[in-house]
């Protein structure tokens, strides 16, 4: 180890504190590593260099932990939309299955078009109301996606 660029032209292999490194009759610039350490231990590097590292892990652990309470939140919403939307077609389903239990037990399925057929403005307001229904079924499960989308 040498102390200046002159020293270093004379030497056959040496090498500066700023990293100027001379072999045959070539002298480089070399770059420093981290912790950088030649010729003596240069524990201040070695303690900037361990807090830079306990900086960005810290950092790191926040960012982590920032996106792991947003997707807790995101799982509480979307089990919270599941509920609603279970709740909102649970009624609609069940009344279905009873009608369709009704029709299957009372009448055969000629009987029920026919009744349907003779009065057909009950059927077409059973038709817009099951139509609301589909739609705000619908509009709940579009809720939903784009949730889990966001």
């Known amino acids: ?3 200046t660029e002159a020293e270093l032209r004379r030497e056959d292999a040496a090498i500066t504190q700023d990293l100027m490194s001379a ?6 610039k070399l770059r420093a590593p981290v912790p950088f350490l030649l010729g003596k231990v240069d ?3 070695m303690l900037d260099s361990v807090e830079e590292s306990r900086r960005d892990a810290e950092v790191s652990l926040t960012e982590q932990q920032t996106a792991l309470e947003r997707l807790r939140g995101a799982e509480r ?5 599941v509920a609603e939307l279970e709740r909102l077609t649970a009624p609609g389903l ?6 369709f239990d009704r029709i299957a037990q009372d009448r055969a399925p000629i009987e029920v078009i026919r009744a349907a057929r003779a009065d ?3 059927t077409e307001e059973t038709i817009r109301e099951a139509t609301a ?4 079924i619908e509009g709940a499960l579009q809720g939903v996606r784009e949730h889990r989308r966001g």
């Open 94 to 99: 069940a009344a279905s299955l009873a009608e």
């Open 1 to 3: 180890m040498v102390d």
């Open 43 to 45: 524990t201040q590097g």
């Open 120 to 122: 057909l403005p009950a």
């Open 23 to 28: 072999g045959g009759r070539t002298v480089r």
């Open 133 to 136: 229904e589909k739609g705000r």
């Open 77 to 81: 919403d979307l089990r919270d939309a």
